[in-house]
């Protein structure tokens, strides 16, 4: 079965960046997306961004700018660069491989900005 880990969350200085990875294994299904979302504590899960095999993207309203999605198709493994940290950016980062029928999730990475 698919299988999807993250990796690259930590402690990070506002204004500061991280880069964090995510690599799906197994039989991913064809025509796909993958992305990011994030949950702050007490909350659900919030859209971040997600990128398409063929490489179209989409943000949330607050990243735009500051945070770059990417992906490697042939290894199934995407990307978020993230600038200019904010103190509310800190939340578990969760990464997703979807297609219409089905989303698999991650476990999650910590990201913590702190001054």
């Known amino acids: 079965q698919v299988r999807v880990a993250e990796s690259g969350g930590g402690l990070v200085q506002p204004g500061g960046s991280l880069r964090l990875s995510c690599v799906a294994s197994?039989?991913?299904?064809?025509?796909?997306?993958m992305g990011w979302f994030r949950q702050f504590p007490g909350k659900g899960r919030d859209f971040v961004a997600t990128?398409?095999?063929?490489?179209?993207?989409n943000y949330t309203n607050s990243v735009k700018g500051r945070f770059t999605i990417s992906i490697d198709n042939a290894k199934k493994e995407v990307y978020l660069q993230m600038n200019s940290l904010k103190f509310e950016d800190t939340a578990v980062y969760y990464c997703?491989?979807?297609?219409?029928?089905?989303?698999?999730w991650g476990d999650g990475t910590q990201v913590t900005v702190h001054g």
């Open positions: 197994g039989n991913v299904f064809s025509d796909y997306a």
């Open positions: 990128i398409t095999e063929s490489g179209v993207t």
């Open positions: 997703i491989v979807e297609n219409d029928s089905v989303s698999i």
